[in-house]
């Protein structure tokens, strides 16, 4: 696992939206690396903080304090434009919402060039026509539909519009915000299959934002838990599904919903609260409880997690 | 039983009559190549709209009428006085009639001639005026609305401005220059932008952080690119409308700036000051048609161009195509 490159690095960062006297803090000392060529989920409630962080990192939103790293170089406040111009192709999102992510008033064909006119890295128009009928048919669509308007597709086709935008730029990095959550269930399967043949064939690495725990365990190799904009634990995929450790977790985990009408009858869900935590008398910490599997926890908190994790083993 | 005889007729029935249809899941995608373009369905939509089009046309012949009046035959000079060769006396309130088709004023002028010069320059006015605004309002407005930066200075320079009453703004302007068609068109366009400035920054403020035009700041987009492709093309229908609306109201504004004195010189016909001469008239009855023939102009410039704006703004609005 140390051997495997950091694509990003994302160090102590905060952001504070508002004044000082309404100031409200979104993201609150967050850190976490993410390796080349995986698929990193985070997942927590609404308004947890998972879109601003993603939006932090593509530079919608500015941080207020700690650093962002990307291929070992600063792309956090204030750089160069050469490196702006990197960051830009090398960095890319697929929106939330397919029906207000593409502009209405402009066809296919210049929703999906719109990174290419701002490249400037075709020879000529014909050169930027092949590459967005190459693109749409990257993602399933047809080269025709580049002189339609978005309105006149359905919500997964507009979305697979959506990830050609960000494909044409050629990135390494995809921050997905949410990507299926405003689609029908009936096609959520192809668009997650789409992302993930992607990665396969073009060596992508996500960040994949969600609160469909069910879909995060399918798609991600490891997963970031986001309470009130602190990071509460971060582990392997498997292992925080097989050994949730801090309260907060072990909450969301109970609530998935199970086509299973045996297990749903004597389902406990467990309720989270946050008073539990005493940290009023120590602070916590962010510690790595096991190795890959981290945790914000004070000290007497880091016992009873370890004598869990100790009995979850033997238990196996 | 059933199943028997439904089998004894399926036997019947020949192969080859039949052949399997593949489902091709590629082929469903193709719904043909679609030549939906925004600019020809709205005309579309506007020409649907009858009392428009009519409008339309009468603007449409209001203009041309206005503009080729001057060289038709037996057309007389607006500022001319007739005088009457056997009395040496001026025509004086003549009343409409087959020599003065529309009457005299009051020293002798023919209305006529007067109203349809008068017309001329009050939609020069009013264009004028109209496309300053347009094209100023715009600018700042979408720059006001977008530019987080510039949204504080603006707004303070719009407070102040805005403050000054147009009437203060006009009587300053007659004193430095003197009251001309130049200084009428120039003192109503410097006080006009603000408020299509404000309008379009609300509605560029609106729609600034939505999904898409995030996406188009994480591709990169310039902000003159955004600006053109992402906010203009949602704002054309409003637009329209206030397009449609600032040339009547220009040409109203006018017929006020003349009523208190700060319009048009006399000589110089526009519907201002005939609207005015008519005013001093209207309580004999006999003299009303000096009123009422300007009226009816400016009552139909101003219907024709709301009507137009409004069904232009629907049109415009692509949810309205079919």
């Not at chain 1, 044409?168 to 993930?196: C, G």
């Not at chain 2, 005299?104 to 001329?120: C, E, H, V």
């Amino acid at each position: 696992m140390s051997e495997r490159k950091k694509l990003l690095e994302v160090k102590n960062i905060s952001v504070v939206f508002g004044s000082r006297k309404k100031a409200f803090t979104a993201v609150d000392d967050v850190s976490f690396d993410i390796y080349e060529g995986e698929t990193f989920g985070l997942v927590g409630e609404s308004g947890s903080g998972k879109t601003t962080i993603g939006r932090a990192i593509i530079r919608i939103n500015a941080i207020t304090s700690g650093e962002i790293i990307f291929e070992d170089e600063r792309i956090s406040g204030k750089i160069d434009k050469k490196k702006d111009k990197k960051v830009v192709q090398d960095i890319q999102m697929i929106f939330q919402d397919p029906m207000s992510s593409l502009n209405e008033r402009a066809k296919v064909d210049y929703i999906v060039s719109e990174g290419l006119y701002n490249l400037k890295n075709y020879a000529n128009d014909a050169e930027r026509k092949k590459i967005v009928d190459e693109a749409l048919l990257e993602v399933g669509l047809l080269p025709e539909f580049s002189s339609r308007f978005p309105h006149e597709f359905s919500g997964g086709q507009r979305q697979r519009i959506g990830i050609a935008r960000s494909l044409v730029m050629q990135p390494k990095f995809i921050i997905a915000d949410e990507p299926i959550s405003a689609l029908d269930v009936s096609i959520r399967a192809q668009v997650l299959n789409l992302m993930n043949r992607l990665k396969k064939d073009l060596g992508l690495t996500y960040l994949f934002i969600a609160h469909d725990l069910s879909i995060v365990r399918f798609i991600t190799d490891r997963v970031g838990v986001i309470h009130k904009g602190r990071l509460v634990e971060l582990a392997e995929t498997e292992e925080l599904y097989n050994n949730p450790l801090h309260p907060y977790t072990r909450s969301l985990l109970s609530a998935i919903p199970m086509p299973n009408p045996n297990y749903e009858k004597s389902r406990k869900v467990i309720f989270y609260d946050p008073d539990q935590h005493h940290y009023d008398i120590e602070a916590p910490k962010w510690v790595e409880i096991k190795k890959g599997h981290f945790i914000l926890a004070n000290q007497p908190e880091i016992d009873t997690y370890k004598t869990m994790l100790e009995s979850n083993i033997k238990g196996e | 039983m059933k199943l028997k005889t439904h089998d004894r007729l399926v036997e019947h029935i020949a192969d080859d009559l039949f052949e399997f249809a593949n489902a091709d899941t590629d082929n469903s995608e193709i719904a043909g190549y679609s030549n939906y373009s925004y600019w020809r369905s709205t005309v579309q939509v506007f020409l649907k709209n009858k009392t428009a089009v009519l409008f339309l046309g009468v603007i449409v012949i209001l203009l041309l009428f206005t503009m080729i009046q001057p060289v038709l035959p037996n057309q007389k000079d607006p500022t001319f006085i007739h005088i009457n060769p056997e009395t040496f006396m001026q025509f004086r309130n003549v009343k409409p009639g087959t020599e003065f088709w529309f009457g005299t004023n009051a020293i002798g002028q023919d209305l006529w001639a007067r109203i349809w010069s008068g017309t001329r320059t009050s939609l020069l006015i009013g264009f004028a005026v109209g496309l300053f605004e347009v094209v100023i309002g715009i600018i700042i407005g979408t720059l006001w609305g977008y530019v987080k930066k510039l949204d504080r200075i603006i707004t303070e320079i719009y407070n102040v401005w805005n403050n000054i009453p147009t009437t203060v703004i006009l009587i300053l302007l007659t004193y430095i220059f003197r009251p001309s068609l130049s200084t009428l068109i120039f003192a109503m366009a410097i006080t006009g932008w603000l408020s299509m400035a404000r309008l379009v920054r609300n509605l560029v403020t609106i729609i600034r952080d939505r999904e898409y035009n995030m996406a188009s700041r994480c591709l990169g987009t310039p902000t003159y690119r955004i600006l053109t492709k992402n906010m203009l093309p949602y704002l054309v229908s409003v637009i329209m409308l206030r397009v449609a609306l600032a040339i009547p109201m220009a040409i109203g504004a006018e017929v006020f700036l003349t009523y208190i004195g700060l319009g048009l010189p006399v000589q110089i016909p526009s519907l201002g000051n005939l609207v005015n001469e008519g005013r001093v008239l209207m309580m004999s009855q006999s003299l009303r048609y000096q009123l009422f023939f300007p009226a009816i102009v400016i009552s139909m410039i101003t219907i024709s161009f709301y009507v137009m704006g409004n069904a232009f703004a629907d049109a415009a609005d692509p949810k309205n195509h079919v």
